[in-house]
C-alpha cells in the first residue's frame, strides 16, 4: 500500500507530465525504487465536477512512473470521448490517480451470480467478451450503484447490448487505491 505522501508524487508526476505536453515547465522527483516497480494505474480528470478524461493500464506492465506519466498524457490529449485539453483548462483540472490491485477473475455460474459476488464501492471490474473489453473503476459504483446497472452500462462500454449474456463473458475484479488533488 502506498501512503499519502507517496500519492502526492503520483498526482505531481500526471500534472508535470501534462504540463509539459502544453509547454510548461515542472520539476520532477528523482528516481526512488517504489516508482520503478511495475504499476498500472488510471488517471482521471475532472473540470468543474464532470470527467474530462480518463485512461489507464488493467495490467503493471512498465514501472509505475512511466505509467503515471503516459497514462496523464493520454487521458489529457488522447482520450477519443474528449477534445485534448488545452492550457485555459489546465489550472482548473483535478487529477486523481488510482493505482490498480492484480485483478483477479470472478467464478460464476450465472449473471444473477455475478451480480451477486460483486462488492459495491470497492470492487472495480473487467468485462470481457471475445474482442470485447471494458471495465469501470471502483469509484463508478457512486454513479451506478446498482449491480445491474453497473454491469449493463459495462456491457454497452465494451460495445455489447445491456441485455446480452453468454456463458463465455469473463469477469475480474480490482481494487484501487485512490488520490486526488480534490476530495
Known amino acids: 500500500m502506498l501512503d499519502t505522501e507517496k500519492g502526492k508524487v503520483l498526482l505531481h508526476l500526471a500534472r508535470a507530465a501534462i504540463g509539459r505536453e502544453l509547454g510548461f515547465d515542472s520539476h520532477d522527483y528523482p528516481k526512488t525504487a517504489w516508482l520503478e516497480e511495475p504499476g498500472a494505474t488510471f488517471v482521471t480528470l475532472m473540470l468543474d465536477g464532470r470527467l474530462r478524461g480518463c485512461i489507464g493500464s488493467l495490467e503493471a506492465h512498465r514501472p509505475l512512473v512511466d505509467d503515471v ?3 496523464a498524457v493520454a487521458a489529457a490529449f488522447r482520450d477519443p470521448r474528449f477534445m ?5 483548462e489546465f489550472a482548473d483540472t483535478a487529477i486523481e490517480v488510482s493505482v490498480l490491485g492484480t485483478p483477479e477473475p470472478i467464478r460464476f455460474t450465472s449473471e444473477a451470480d455475478a451480480l451477486a459476488q460483486l462488492h459495491r464501492g470497492s470492487d472495480g471490474v473487467i468485462l470481457e467478451y471475445g474482442p470485447h473489453r471494458a471495465t469501470y473503476l471502483p469509484q463508478v459504483w457512486a454513479q451506478l450503484p446498482d449491480p445491474q446497472t453497473f454491469v449493463e452500462e ?5 460495445g455489447l447490448p445491456e441485455d446480452f ?12 487505491q ?3 488533488e480534490v476530495e
Open 69 to 71: 506519466r503516459h497514462n
Open 84 to 88: 485534448p485539453l488545452n492550457e485555459l
Open 154 to 158: 459495462l456491457k454497452v462500454k465494451a
Open 165 to 176: 449474456w453468454s456463458d463465455d463473458i469473463r469477469l475480474s475484479r480490482y481494487t484501487v
Open 178 to 180: 485512490k488520490f486526488s
